[in-house]
Nanobody, 126 residues
Framework: EVQLQASGGGLVQTGGSLRLSCAAS????????IGWFRQAPGKEREGVLC????????YYADSVKGRFTISEDNAKNTVYLQMNNLKPEDTAVYYC???????????????????RGKGTLVTVSS
């Protein structure tokens, strides 16, 4: 069974940093496209960062370029989202997702992915 669990959220001040973790089970993370998404209250889901395995590229939403990065620990089957220079508008529930297909990062961030886990809340105070 494919399972994803995000953790590491919390309260941080503007300009601060936070690292989220996404632990996967039921599949090998480095075999499947992976993405981080977020949803703020009353807003549409936003694809923050999505990795394509077909070409190895990473798509970043404009809102997080230069501030958010992704890394992977294949031994732990875990992917991380490093968030720096956080802003109040980054406040949202963040969750990780995965997909069986082999598409582009932009596609996944725009249209979502097949499997998603429970999210973790990030609150950035002004």
């Amino acid at each position: 069974e494919v399972q994803l669990q995000a953790s590491g959220g919390g309260l941080v001040q503007t300009g601060g940093s936070l690292r989220l973790s996404c632990a996967a089970s039921g599949f090998a993370l480095d075999d499947w496209p992976i993405g981080w998404f977020r949803q703020a209250p009353g807003k549409e889901r936003e694809g923050v960062l999505c990795i394509s395995r077909s070409d190895g590229s990473t798509y970043y939403a404009d809102s997080v370029k230069g501030r958010f990065t992704i890394s992977e620990d294949n031994a732990k089957n875990t992917v991380y989202l490093q968030m720096n220079n956080l802003k109040p508008e980054d406040t949202a529930v963040y969750y990780c997702a995965a997909d069986r297909s082999q598409g582009s990062g932009r596609h996944y961030c725009n249209y979502g992915m097949d499997y998603r886990g429970k999210g973790t809340l990030v609150t950035v105070s002004s």
